[in-house]
């Protein structure tokens, strides 16, 4: 699988990531040898990309994630968690994860400085490793803390979370540091507020929206840092397609996103190309993108997933997009996967 250089760091990570979240009990409730034997497989298939965070599952995933790192050789993954969260033990679950299952442990939202350090050290056992070579501020965004909480959240997490994360950077235990959010606006903040080496953005630069296109990905290309994205299929539109009860953005996608994905999924079924195909080939078409990070919870979901990285997309189909006005003109598009 091809890999690409993350940012300013010496990390080469595969163009395909691995995200975690389905181990966690996200949607459902994977048995622990399904689970382990998914993390296998995706190693096997050559992503050495395993993304995870102590929100998935309540720790679940981490967990599951740390069985499968010990039989097989730690150097040649990279291994990217999150902080922001921490696990108390002994006050129960609580409700709201949107986890269907998990630990039943509190995650408790912090992202002061000694939080961060209890996050980080929990993880580290979690995951039984002693270095981690991502870790990323989560979800510091309107999305997750509502507009009237945010800017609190904002200046909690810079002299908190970050002071902690680059200390850790300069210590060796971490090789990059950065943020994972669902906003394109809140990683332009970030870097504009300090110094990352990478960051996560979920759903903003799909095949059916791109916002992140203006501002972020052109000052990420200008300060070396390098992206991931997830949430390139919207919360599953763009891989369902606009059936009944499609996703987007977690919710039942509403009229006007179920036209438009109608309408594209029109154009890739003329140039015989599967909806998800397209979708995934896109996101990694910006040179600022370094992987995308697609969630599996079976051997059979991360074969598909890379089967269709290996499949061919006309560029044709990239110039109907754009002549239907259902993709922005100024998009970059691939000519491979390896580019």
């Given at each position: 699988?091809?890999?690409?250089?993350?940012?300013?760091?010496?990390?080469?990570?595969?163009?395909?990531?691995?995200?975690?979240?389905?181990?966690?009990?996200?949607?459902?409730?994977?048995?622990?040898?399904?689970?382990?034997?998914?993390?296998?497989?995706?190693?096997?298939?050559?992503?050495?990309?395993?993304?995870?965070?102590?929100?998935?599952?309540?720790?679940?995933?981490?967990?599951?994630?740390?069985?499968?790192?010990?039989?097989?050789?730690?150097?040649?993954?990279?291994?990217?968690?999150?902080?922001?969260?921490?696990?108390?033990?002994?006050?129960?679950?609580?409700?709201?994860?949107?986890?269907?299952?998990?630990?039943?442990?509190?995650?408790?939202?912090?992202?002061?400085?000694?939080?961060?350090?209890?996050?980080?050290?929990?993880?580290?056992?979690?995951?039984g490793t002693d270095r981690l070579d991502l870790l990323l501020i989560h979800d510091v965004d309107v999305w997750t803390h509502g507009r009237?909480?945010?800017?609190?959240?904002?200046?909690?997490?810079m002299a908190g979370a970050y002071v902690a994360l680059d200390r850790l950077r300069g210590e060796g235990v971490v090789a990059g540091i950065?943020?994972?959010?669902?906003?394109?606006?809140?990683?332009?903040?970030?870097?504009?507020?300090?110094?990352?080496?990478?960051?996560?953005?979920?759903?903003?630069?799909?095949?059916?929206?791109?916002?992140?296109?203006?501002?972020?990905?052109?000052?990420?290309?200008?300060?070396?840092?390098?992206?991931?994205?997830?949430?390139?299929?919207?919360?599953?539109?763009?891989?369902?397609?606009?059936?009944?009860?499609?996703?987007?953005?977690?919710?039942?996608?509403?009229?006007?996103?179920?036209?438009?994905?109608?309408?594209?999924?029109?154009?890739?079924?003329?140039?015989?190309?599967?909806?998800?195909?397209?979708?995934?080939?896109?996101?990694?078409?910006?040179?600022?993108?370094?992987?995308?990070?697609?969630?599996?919870?079976?051997?059979?979901?991360?074969?598909?997933?890379?089967?269709?990285?290996?499949?061919?997309?006309?560029?044709?189909?990239?110039?109907?997009?754009?002549?239907?006005?259902?993709?922005?003109?100024?998009?970059?598009?691939?000519?491979?996967?390896?580019?």
């Open positions: 699988m091809p890999r690409r250089l993350l940012g300013r760091t010496r990390l080469e990570v595969s163009v395909l990531g691995f995200g975690t979240a389905p181990l966690g009990d996200l949607y459902a409730q994977p048995d622990d040898d399904t689970a382990i034997d998914t993390v296998h497989v995706a190693l096997d298939r050559g992503i050495n990309l395993l993304d995870t965070s102590p929100l998935y599952g309540n720790g679940l995933a981490e967990h599951r994630c740390g069985t499968a790192l010990r039989r097989v050789p730690r150097q040649n993954i990279v291994v990217c968690t999150k902080v922001g969260r921490w696990m108390d033990p002994f006050t129960g679950r609580g409700d709201g994860s949107g986890y269907v299952g998990g630990l039943p442990h509190r995650a408790v939202v912090d992202y002061s400085y000694d939080g961060t350090m209890r996050s980080v050290e929990q993880s580290l056992l979690r995951l009237d909480a945010i800017e609190a959240r904002f200046r909690e997490a950065g943020i994972g959010v669902n906003e394109a606006e809140m990683c332009v903040r970030f870097a504009q507020a300090g110094s990352f080496d990478t960051m996560l953005l979920a759903g903003r630069y799909s095949l059916l929206e791109q916002p992140a296109l203006a501002e972020f990905l052109p000052l990420a290309q200008q300060q070396g840092i390098g992206v991931l994205l997830g949430g390139v299929f919207n919360s599953g539109i763009l891989a369902t397609g606009a059936v009944s009860g499609a996703k987007y953005n977690y919710r039942d996608a509403p009229p006007d996103i179920l036209v438009k994905v109608a309408r594209i999924d029109s154009v890739c079924a003329a140039h015989g190309v599967a909806l998800p195909t397209a979708a995934l080939h896109f996101a990694l078409g910006h040179p600022a993108v370094a992987s995308v990070v697609l969630g599996a919870q079976s051997p059979q979901e991360v074969e598909r997933n890379v089967d269709a990285l290996s499949r061919t997309v006309p560029t044709a189909l990239w110039a109907d997009l754009k002549a239907e006005r259902l993709l922005d003109a100024a998009a970059p598009v691939p000519s491979s996967v390896a580019d």
